[in-house]
């Protein structure tokens, strides 16, 4: 049974910066993608990162391209979300989610299609 479980959240000024972390478990091999949503208050839950674990996919939505940062460490089995220049929009809780994907390096983004989810771990951003 896969177990995720985050950490790293925090309040911060916008413009700040802030490092998320998911320590994963229960992994069998590297056939999964995994991905960081967050849900503001009343807002649709939304995915602001993805990769495959096995390599040669990564994703971001527009949203967050070019100022949030996903990464894996193997040997920590810990999968990071680097978050820089945070505006109030980043607001909200963010959660890691996993799937496992045997079929392709392609992940998909819906957040249906994850079958494992952490906790969240709560990101304010203050203007």
């Known amino acids: 049974q896969v177990q995720l479980v985050e950490s790293g959240g925090g309040s911060v000024q916008a413009g700040g910066s802030l490092r998320l972390s998911c320590a994963a478990s229960?992994?069998?091999?590297?056939?999964?993608?995994m991905g960081w949503f967050r849900q503001a208050p009343g807002k649709e839950r939304e995915g602001v990162a993805f990769?495959?674990?096995?390599?040669?996919?990564?994703n971001y939505p527009d949203s967050v391209k070019g100022r949030f940062t996903v990464s894996q460490d193997n040997a920590k089995s810990t999968l990071y979300l680097q978050m820089n220049s945070l505006n109030f929009e980043d607001t909200g809780m963010y959660y890691c989610?996993?799937?496992?994907?045997?079929?392709?390096?392609?992940?998909?983004?819906?957040?249906?299609?994850?079958?494992?989810w952490g906790q969240g771990t709560q990101v304010t951003v203050s203007s």
């Open positions: 990769i495959y674990l096995g390599g040669g996919y990564i």
């Open positions: 229960g992994y069998s091999d590297s056939r999964y993608c």
């Open positions: 989610a996993a799937y496992r994907n045997t079929l392709s390096r392609q992940c998909q983004t819906p957040r249906w299609r994850y079958s494992y």
